[in-house]
């Protein structure tokens, strides 16, 4: 599947247009005129990079930068500038091109940041996890993990419906027989919950079974891994 990319672009004419470039290239790609109306389209579907063309739109992108961050701060970020714009913090975004440069140099930069085509992801219900890019998909949104959340929630996703045992759930993801203290597992899991969950403090999805340990309800029917090639977030 395509990698989907979200062009906010102004129609200066003095500007060069990148839609056509990212499209040569095989990307799938909206192209919105404003902040705002990338914001609309963000709300809609997530896709899984933004590329601000300010240049095209006399502006630093700097605002529009931060308002999508505010929404969806794991969401890559491509900014690029007109030679005459004041310099912006690089924090900004995740890259920073100044014109003029070639639309082979825009593909060189956003590619690091595009999940990798795989032949086999983890499903359980709404849930979708990428073990090796560590990203974790659901409700045409993606999030990355830390190493030992993608654990975690692995060993849960193959036991969706069951109860797993807490000790036994940290004996795995830590690979340690020491279980005398697991606050740290329950610290781990809120982390989990805060991932995917709507209302982390009254979970729906990822239940304590008190004295036990914990189970992922994500409806019958268990985990499967399909076949088909697919990517995060497509």
């Not at 697991?182 to 709507?198: G, N, P, Q, Y």
Request: glycine share 6%.
């Amino acid at each position: 599947m395509k990698a989907k990319v979200l062009l906010i672009e102004g129609k200066r004419a003095d500007n060069p247009s990148f839609m056509a470039g990212l499209i040569k290239k095989g990307f799938e790609v909206e192209t919105v005129p404003s902040g705002a109306a990338a914001l609309e389209s963000l709300a809609r579907q997530v896709p899984n990079l933004v590329v601000i063309n300010a240049a095209s739109m006399r502006t630093s992108g700097k605002r529009i930068c931060q308002a999508i961050r505010q929404q969806y701060n794991q969401l890559p970020l491509v900014l690029i500038l007109d030679p005459s714009t004041e310099r912006v913090d690089p924090q900004t975004a995740d890259v920073i091109l100044t014109l003029p440069f070639t639309p082979q140099k825009l593909i060189n930069r956003i590619r690091p940041f595009l999940p990798v085509e795989k032949t086999n992801m983890l499903k359980a219900g709404p849930l979708e996890l990428d073990s090796d890019s560590r990203f974790l998909v659901f409700g045409g949104k993606q999030v990355r993990l830390t190493p030992r959340l993608t654990v975690l929630l692995r060993l849960l996703m193959e036991h969706s419906g069951e109860v797993v045992n807490r000790k036994d759930l940290f004996r795995q993801a830590w690979d340690t027989d020491y279980t005398e203290d697991m606050r740290t597992l329950d610290v781990h899991i809120s982390w989990l919950r805060e991932a995917f969950e709507e209302d982390p403090r009254h979970p729906r999805l990822l239940k304590t079974v008190r004295g036990v340990g914990y189970r992922l309800d994500v409806g019958l029917g268990g985990p499967t891994r399909p076949n088909k090639r697919v990517k995060p977030g497509g």
